[in-house]
């Protein structure tokens, strides 16, 4: 095994609407936008926004967004 040898991810998975809002939210949507685009209530994408920092053990939202992109975990 090489230097660069795939590393298992440290993160607990994240599911599918918590990228979903991620992705929507690294794009520059805000939650009220991103809530009628998925088609669900903002204080859900809040939720998902939440659950998905406290799995990466991000301080904010545009950290979890950096750590999500670095560690390729929004990549459909």
Same mark, same amino acid.
């Given at each position: 095994?090489?230097?660069? /040898? %795939?590393?298992? !991810?440290?993160?607990? =998975?994240?599911?599918?609407?918590?990228?979903?809002?991620?992705?929507? +939210? &690294?794009?520059?949507?805000? =939650?009220?936008? @991103?809530? !009628?685009? +998925?088609?669900? /209530?903002? @204080?859900?994408?809040?939720?998902?926004?939440?659950?998905?920092?406290?799995?990466?053990?991000?301080? *904010? %939202?545009?950290? &979890?967004?950096? @750590? &999500?992109? *670095?560690?390729?975990?929004?990549? !459909?």
């Amino acid at each position: 095994m090489g230097a660069f /040898a %795939r590393i298992e !991810s440290a993160f607990e =998975p994240l599911t599918q609407r918590e990228c979903e809002c991620l992705i929507e +939210l &690294a794009s520059g949507e805000r =939650p009220q936008r @991103i809530a !009628s685009t +998925l088609g669900i /209530a903002p @204080i859900t994408v809040e939720f998902h926004i939440r659950n998905a920092r406290r799995k990466l053990g991000a301080k *904010t %939202r545009e950290h &979890a967004i950096a @750590i &999500a992109l *670095t560690n390729n975990l929004l990549a !459909s």
